[in-house]
């Protein structure tokens, strides 16, 4: 070889080196959020203030002790529980919430909307707070949905131990009607929604499984509970599907509906992605592939990730949460993984609709490295909402896995294991012990605003979302009826996060608050396409989304400046279609099918 | 019958494929294939341009397929350019870092463990298992095996095999870790390329078989050192720093066994 050549080919080997070091740099540049701006700064449109304190919320989240074979890896066994869910109980007209604990004999609050600001907590009131009794296991999460067709958001309780089911009696006190509604003795779970998968006008619930359910995590016979793999682990708990027969009970019916798989699910999400009019069932499941559930017109689902291309390649999933990102009427799915620079870049997945397969179900393409939602630490629960109310959706997401030692790290014993064979990795007797280190702890939260032009925008610090507690559950609810969207986080063994909008002047809203009358009461699974300034876009009234979290029921629309909605098309679960031509802007509509 | 005659270059392509056929296949785990492609098609042409251009000829393409494709499998991100990067990396190491006319790095070797030291949060590497059952574990170790015997380096293997073991109990001794999960690693897939065709490339090996055991030995005394620093990408480091050394030891060794050629006076 001539030393001319040879000279060559050591530069473009060293120009390669220093361009890996470059291009890994500007990346993580371009998804740093700008520094933190004075309080009064609305260059995005909007800012954040954390006020739970001065609104009267001091609840602190409690993590559980399981049995003492658990000890040494106790703090990631014990990392789940922290939930947040909102809706109206008392119909009052002031959104109100409910917050899980997960502490043995802990309680779970129930924050009523004094209207004036602040809440008081009535759970205890309401019965509904004592709920963590030793014996029966502690709260992972909670849904809100109007199962009686009443009026009132009845509230299901999900745990590690035995679910819970509470009417709500004209929102002045709340009936515990578990054992006559036919739920089972005990799941551990940390994933439910309300969906009605047939449309016959009744709430179904789906309740996914998480540890099996014939573990109890308090009085182990076995250490061998862990996932038989990292990525591909199918011994999780098994999934449940509750039909609702309309008399106050349920006959569950997972198996013969095609939904009783065992993939450890960590979050769960229902909406019409197939554009059949009937719901479908996204699963984030941890160790392994998601699962996309296509419903069969209520007869049954069939399971199409792989078809679709969001259950190919198997991940961390977390999260579960759609939106119409690009505002062309399709939602795209927010899936959570892992990132950890230097050990294991799941990145998260941005699932957007670009095409449809032989069979007609949507094409899913992931655009999250793209659009620059890809790396978002040790990732849980993430929203859509449109926080600067600009017309476009942005995503808020919280993170942060075990926050303990501050520099210790167990990622290097985590990662032994992670990729052992299920006889090492199954039993939890060969994990090392985590001895007060963290594992991807003191994460800061994402909110990545949209730029309406393919692109989102790390902003967190810059808006006043600063915070790193361990972030589990992440909702929106717009709590003092000011049209903007709040941010209310649930953080694991810290405090509950409110952060009041503040949204700049001159930009406009709509909402919608839809009463089903032959569809479920709740309306979860309408479909509402607001059309303004040659704009438009969809969202579905949900019965949960993100990870154990629940945003108001509400629809929330920001509109920019533009102070005119042409036209809104309701399509409620029952099929019916309802037009409304110029509604009034900057207000809430409370619609009721059919009228 | 007429007997076929596989050219023995092929044998570990073949065998590589195969894995990722079988492992994808069943258990999805690559990115997506366009990325392995991609990392394929980069090596073979960054290989074919610059062997034509050093060397005048088109060279076989069989090395640099195997480097591609274990770029491939192995790099986890999810970006595409770490997959080019990695992969013309690795064969310009050839080409640039040689000593006495051969190179001194197992070229993936080399391209992954630049991408894993520089770009440590746009990629990481492939820690996971492929499945859950033992019996895809079983029959790679099994064909890996033959396929080392085959070309005459299974010493090789076993070596670092029995080493890491060893070296294992050691570091659950000295750590208090579980044994179990101080073993864990080897039996992860990345460890089965890691066994079957980096320690065990004849371009960058010492010559003699006892030396070839000691090395293999040395880099699993050199990856017990990282691992006690809680080095993740233990192994592809240990390599990175063992096998280049072993190379010039050999040749100061040849220099000094050498007869010394003494110029004529005059």
Not at chain 1, 186 to 211: K, M, P, T
Request: overall charge negative.
């Amino acid at each position: 070889m001539s030393r001319t050549l040879h000279l060559i080919w050591t530069t473009l080997l060293v120009a390669m080196l220093v361009g890996v070091v470059v291009i890994n740099r500007s990346i993580v540049e371009s998804r740093r959020a700008a520094a933190a701006a004075e309080s009064g700064d609305l260059r995005r449109g909007f800012r954040f203030e954390e006020v739970s304190a001065a609104r009267g919320v001091r609840f602190v989240h409690q993590a559980p002790t399981f049995d003492a074979k658990l000890e040494h890896i106790m703090p990631q066994i014990a990392s789940m529980g922290a939930a947040v869910a909102v809706a109206d109980f008392d119909r009052d007209g002031w959104l109100d919430f409910y917050v899980t604990n997960s502490g043995e004999g802990s309680l779970n609050a129930l924050y009523r909307n004094n209207g004036d600001g602040t809440f008081a907590d009535v759970a205890a009131a309401m019965g509904v707070a004592d709920v963590n009794r030793p014996g029966t296991g502690v709260s992972t999460g909670a849904v809100w949905g109007d199962y009686d067709n009443d009026g009132y958001e009845d509230l299901f309780l999900y745990k590690y131990g035995r679910p819970e089911l509470f009417r709500n009696d004209g929102g002045v006190r709340f009936e515990r009607v578990t054992d006559r509604v036919g739920l089972p003795a005990w799941v551990n779970s940390n994933a439910a929604i309300w969906f009605d998968f047939d449309r016959d006008g009744w709430l179904d619930l789906f309740l996914g499984g998480y540890w099996s359910e014939s573990v109890d995590l308090w009085n182990l016979e076995t250490t061998r509970i862990m996932p038989e793999s990292f990525e591909y682990a199918e011994n999780g708990g098994r999934n449940y599907l509750f039909r609702n027969l309309g008399d106050g009970t349920f006959e569950e019916c997972a198996e013969a509906m095609g939904v009783a798989t065992r993939r450890w699910t960590l979050a769960a999400a229902a909406a019409d992605l197939a554009g059949t009019g009937y719901p479908d069932l996204f699963l984030a499941n941890d160790y392994g592939i998601s699962e996309l559930f296509a419903n069969q017109e209520g007869r049954g689902f069939v399971e199409v990730g792989v078809e679709t291309g969001v259950g190919r390649s198997p991940k961390s999933g977390m999260n579960a949460a759609f939106g119409d990102i690009f505002n062309d009427g399709r939602l795209a799915i927010y899936k959570t993984n892992i990132s950890e620079p230097g050990v294991l870049v799941q990145a998260n997945d941005l699932w957007v609709p670009r095409g449809l397969t032989a069979s007609g179900l949507p094409v899913f393409e992931n655009l999250a490295t793209t659009m620059g939602v890809d790396l978002g630490g040790w990732s849980w629960g993430a929203q859509f909402g449109d926080l600067n109310n600009d017309g476009t959706l942005d995503l808020f997401l919280v993170n942060g896995y075990v926050s303990a030692g501050e520099r210790t790290s167990y990622w290097y014993d985590f990662a032994q294991i992670a990729v052992g064979h299920n006889r090492i990795i199954g039993d939890a007797r060969n994990w090392p012990a985590m001895r007060g280190r963290s594992l991807s702890g003191y994460q800061h939260s994402r909110v990545w605003i949209n730029d309406g032009q393919g692109r989102f925008v790390e902003v967190a610090q810059e808006v006043g979302v600063t915070d790193t507690f361990d972030g589990r559950s992440i909702v929106f609810a717009d709590l003092g009826n000011r049209g903007v969207l709040d941010a209310i986080v649930a953080n694991q063994k810290g405090p509950l996060l409110i952060y009041a909008n503040r949204v700049a002047p001159g930009r406009h809203w709509i909402a919608f608050e839809l009463e089903g009358t032959t569809s479920n009461r709740s309306a979860i699974g309408a479909r509402v396409e607001v059309h303004w300034g040659g704009r438009r876009q969809v969202q579905e009234v949900s019965g949960g989304s993100g990870f154990s979290g629940q945003n108001q029921r509400r629809l929330h629309y920001g509109l920019g400046d533009v102070d005119h909605v042409d036209r809104v098309v309701i399509r409620w679960p029952s099929g019916r279609v309802d037009t409304l031509e110029s509604p009034a802007v900057d207000r809430l509509h409370r619609v009721r099918e059919g009228e | 019958m007429m007997r076929v005659r596989i050219d023995p270059r092929f044998v570990p392509p073949m065998f590589i494929t195969l894995i990722l056929i079988v492992a994808h296949t069943t258990f999805g785990i690559l990115e997506g294939l366009e990325r392995t492609a991609i990392a394929i098609v980069s090596a073979i042409a960054a290989e074919l341009a610059l062997g034509r251009m050093t060397w005048g000829r088109w060279p076989h393409p069989a090395s640099a397929y195997i480097s591609g494709i274990s770029v491939g499998i192995l790099v986890r991100s999810p970006f595409v350019w770490p997959y080019v990067f990695a992969s013309v990396i690795s064969i310009l190491t050839k080409y640039v870092l040689r000593l006495d006319n051969r190179h001194l790095w197992n070229p993936s070797n080399f391209g992954v463990s630049a991408l894993l030291f520089l770009a440590p949060d746009t990629v990481t590497l492939l820690s996971i298992q492929w499945g859950n059952n033992i019996w895809p574990m079983a029959v790679i170790w099994m064909l890996g095996f033959v396929i080392v015997w085959r070309v005459g380096k299974l010493h090789v293997s076993a070596a670092y095999v029995v080493a890491f073991v060893v070296f294992a109990f050691v570091r659950s001794g000295l750590t208090g870790v579980p044994w179990q999960a101080a073993l864990a690693p080897i039996t992860g897939p990345m460890y089965q390329l890691f066994i079957f065709f980096m320690v065990t490339d004849p371009k960058v090996a010492v010559r003699s078989k006892s030396g070839q055991v000691v090395v293999a030995v040395v880099v699993a005394f050199v990856e017990m050192l990282f691992r006690l620093n809680e080095v993740i990408y233990a192994p592809f480091y240990a390599l990175f720093l063992v096998g280049p050394a072993a190379l010039l030891i050999e040749r100061a060794i040849d220099r000094r066994q050498a007869p010394a050629v003494h110029p004529a006076a005059g």
